[in-house]
Each structure stands twice: as structure tokens, then as C-alpha cells.
């Protein structure tokens, strides 16, 4: 009888075993590589929202200066925000929220997400806001009133929606705060009036934090 080291057996020889274990250990090696990659492109880059005004209306929008100084208003707005990183989902830390502004004055502020909330990785999710006031107290000044009754002359406001939001996400131990502008020039719509086709506007987002 033959050993298995002998060629003539129909045993596996013993160079064959070698190459068979040395081709088990670089397809480890590889698989192993191949799966820090993705972990890596994963969780170690992160890349940021995109936030986008896909509609807006403004229905009403006046000055009141007695007592104080106040706008009544009716303005709703879609808002776009989509999470582009596929394998992280962003999860509020503090709420999502939304602050109009005329001539870099607040006048109102609203929430979109409560803190907790959770937005998983590539989706979009749209926040549909509608909201009002017959009286907002708003701190204008001479300028702003000014700027207010030159806007009013032509009919198109010029307003602004800050957004803030913190965030955590998957994998990650450093909590980013997301701000983000997005400038509206919005016309009032008369009631029976030919409806404009709003053009949609991104948003610029704020320099982000180290790590963010």
C-alpha cells in the first residue's frame, strides 16, 4: 500500500492540503479586508442631509403696530430632508424645529420632530407645516417696518426659515448639531387668484462641527 504523500493514491497529497490551506487563509485575509471596507464607508464617513423647500404658500402676511409691533400670517410649507448615509439611521437628540424670520427678525417658531425621533438611513421623509397668527409680536424696528411697507408695495415677501435639529447616529458617539437657512420670496395668493408654481429651494447648511 501507498501513503497519501505518494502520487499514485487517490488521497489528497500533502501539497495539495498546503495549497488548499494557504487558499483558506488568503480568502480569509481578503474577506476579511473587504468587510472593513465596508464597515469603514459605512460608519467612519459620514455624509450630511440634504434639506429641500418642495412647496411654500403665504396667504397672509400683515403689520400690526398697536399695541406692539406684530405680524398676522398664514404660511404653510413642505420641507424635504433626506438622510443620504445608507447604513446610519440619525436619531433627535433635542427636537427638530423651524424658526420664521422676517428682515433677521424671529416672529414665530414650530416644531417638526420630537426628540427621540428616528430617520432611517437613505430615506426622505417630507414635514408638511401649516401655520398662523393673528397677532406674533416681532421685534422690527424703524428699518424693519420700512423694509416691511417697501415688500408690502410689490406684493412679495422676503422671509427666512432657520432650522436646527441635534442628532446621534448609529455607530457613532459624537452628537451633531444640524443647522441649516433656507430663504423664501413668497407672494400673497389671493383668494381665486392664478396659483404660482413655487420653485423649490435647497437650503444651505451650516459649517458642520469636528467629527460632524
Given amino acids: 500500500m501507498c501513503g497519501c504523500d505518494d502520487d499514485c493514491c487517490g488521497c489528497i497529497s500533502y ?10 487563509i488568503c480568502f480569509g485575509v481578503v ?15 459620514l455624509r450630511h442631509i440634504t434639506i429641500i423647500v418642495e412647496d411654500a404658500s403665504l396667504t397672509r402676511f400683515a403689520l400690526l403696530t398697536s ?3 406684530a405680524l398676522a400670517y398664514n404660511l404653510s410649507l413642505t420641507l424635504s430632508v433626506r438622510n443620504p448615509n445608507w ?35 437613505g430615506k426622505t421623509i ?16 424703524n428699518a424693519g417696518v420700512a423694509e416691511y411697507k417697501k415688500e408690502n408695495q410689490t406684493g412679495v415677501f422676503e422671509l427666512q426659515v432657520a432650522l436646527t435639529r441635534k442628532v446621534s ?6 452628537k451633531c448639531k444640524i443647522e441649516a437657512t433656507c430663504p423664501l ?14 420653485e423649490k429651494v435647497k437650503c444651505k447648511l451650516a459649517k458642520a462641527e469636528k467629527n460632524c
Fill in 15 to 24: 501539497r495539495t492540503r498546503e495549497n488548499i490551506k494557504y487558499g483558506c
Fill in 31 to 45: 474577506a476579511a479586508i473587504v468587510l472593513f471596507a465596508v464597515l469603514l464607508a459605512a460608519y467612519a464617513f
Fill in 67 to 69: 399695541p406692539t409691533t
Fill in 87 to 121: 447604513a446610519m439611521t440619525m436619531k433627535n437628540t433635542e427636537p427638530f424645529e423651524a424658526a420664521y424670520k422676517f428682515d433677521g427678525q424671529q416672529f414665530d417658531r414650530v416644531q417638526l420632530a420630537d426628540k427621540g425621533f428616528k430617520h432611517p438611513p
Fill in 126 to 141: 417630507l414635514y408638511r407645516l401649516a401655520t398662523s397668527s393673528d397677532s406674533n409680536y416681532v421685534s422690527l424696528g
Fill in 169 to 174: 447616529y448609529t455607530a457613532r458617539y459624537t
Fill in 185 to 198: 420670496k413668497l407672494r400673497i395668493e389671493q383668494p381665486g387668484a392664478t396659483t404660482v408654481v413655487f
